[in-house]
């Protein structure tokens, strides 16, 4: 079992940048593949980032991030401190949604493929 807890969002002007970042419980922490989805009013939710699992204390390797916002954001993980994060720069009013975490087996862009969720934390890029 793995409970996550996002932190980190906000209000934020175009152009400018936050870094949300995804606690989580449970010892097995590193063998979990961990992503980040949003949600905005009235749309689906979407893949934004994902990262794999690993061994390391500190691991930046293998990612895969949706095409909207590729070189803007960037996932890693701190498996000492059992947290996932997201930096987001060069924010835009589209990035406004509810950012979810989530942990599963391998880094996918389907949610539904993910085991465990976060409660969402809000991000709101004004123009």
């Known amino acids: 079992q793995v409970q996550l807890v996002e932190s980190g969002g906000g209000l934020v002007q175009a152009g400018g940048s936050l870094r949300l970042s995804c606690a989580a419980s449970?010892?097995?922490?590193?063998?979990?593949?961990m992503g980040w989805f949003r949600q905005a009013p009235g749309k689906e939710r979407e893949f934004v980032a994902a990262i794999r699992w690993s061994t390391g204390a500190v691991y930046v390797g293998i990612t895969d991030y949706a095409e909207s916002v590729k070189g803007r954001f960037t996932i890693s993980r701190d498996n000492a401190k059992n947290t996932v994060f997201l930096q987001m720069s060069s924010l835009k009013p589209e990035d406004t949604a509810v950012y979810y975490c989530?942990?599963?087996?391998?880094?996918?862009?389907?949610?539904?493929?993910?085991?465990?969720w976060g409660q969402g934390t809000q991000v709101t890029v004004s123009s």
């Open positions: 989530a942990a599963g087996s391998q880094i996918v862009r389907v949610y539904s493929f993910y085991d465990y």
């Open positions: 449970g010892r097995t922490f590193s063998s979990y593949a």
